[in-house]
């Protein structure tokens, strides 16, 4: 079956910090792969994608490279801020079908000055 | 406003009762989701719209589990018979096209249910 697994939280980072968020997955044929990122007090809203293989997305600063050969999609993201402070999740949409969602259980992230 | 719209934010239901959930979604957003997120974890998929047809209720975890969407727009999650394990956040997103696989649904900021 299709699966996301995120490393666990929380991670705690000071401010400028390196950030890495690991997240790997099971997927038959060539899923699409998404980060979205939950504020505090917010709904999810998606951060980047990437829809095949050795795509990039980026945003905000924000990176990740989908690599079919290790099945992973790691987020980066070389300097954080206080405000990047929230809970972040991998997501994968199978091939074909429909924009079916399927997540990781997230990664809480807490950014101290 | 513009976005998705979840109504109540938070529910509190004694064990055994009915509890419906609402959505509004984002005018003339065709396809239409269920998600349930437990504390501490990922949303899992519930159910799926498109339109007023519900093509894909394989997430939902039994049939005290119910959701419509008679005309196409607004949709209910309605929950029977309620048991502490319901209790999460029910989120609903919506997305504008058929079956453009972008990834990029909007979501509401959920209904918390607490079941006691």
């Known amino acids: 079956g299709n699966s996301v697994t995120q490393m666990e939280g929380p991670v705690t980072l000071s401010e400028e910090a390196f950030l890495t968020i690991n997240c790997t997955y099971t997927?038959?044929?060539?899923?699409?792969l998404f980060w979205y990122v939950q504020y505090p007090g917010e709904g999810l809203q998606l951060l980047l994608k990437?829809?095949?293989?050795?795509d990039k997305g980026s945003n905000k600063g924000f990176e990740a490279t989908y690599r079919k050969e290790t099945t992973s999609f790691h987020l980066e993201k070389g300097s954080v801020q206080v405000s990047d402070s929230a809970v972040y999740f991998c997501?994968?949409?199978?091939?074909?079908?429909?924009?079916?969602?399927?997540f990781g259980a997230g990664t809480r992230l807490a950014v101290h000055p | 406003g513009a976005g998705v719209s979840q109504s109540p934010r938070y529910k509190v239901a004694k064990r055994g009762q009915d509890v419906a959930l609402r959505c509004d979604p984002i005018s003339g957003h065709v396809s239409l989701f269920w998600y349930q997120q437990a504390l501490g974890q990922g949303p899992e998929f519930l159910t799926y719209?498109?339109?007023?047809?519900?093509?894909?209720k394989s997430g939902l975890p039994s049939d005290r589990f119910f959701a419509e969407r008679p005309e196409g727009s607004v949709s209910t999650l309605k929950i029977q018979r309620t048991q502490q394990e319901d209790s999460a956040v029910y989120l609903c997103a919506s997305f504008p096209l058929k079956r453009e696989r972008t990834g990029e649904l909007f979501f509401g900021e959920g209904s918390r249910l607490t079941v006691l």
């Open positions: 997927a038959t044929g060539y899923p699409s």
């Open positions: 997501a994968l949409t199978p091939s074909g079908g429909y924009n079916k969602l399927i």
């Open positions: 719209f498109q339109n007023e047809a519900q093509l894909d």
């Open positions: 990437a829809t095949k293989a050795d």
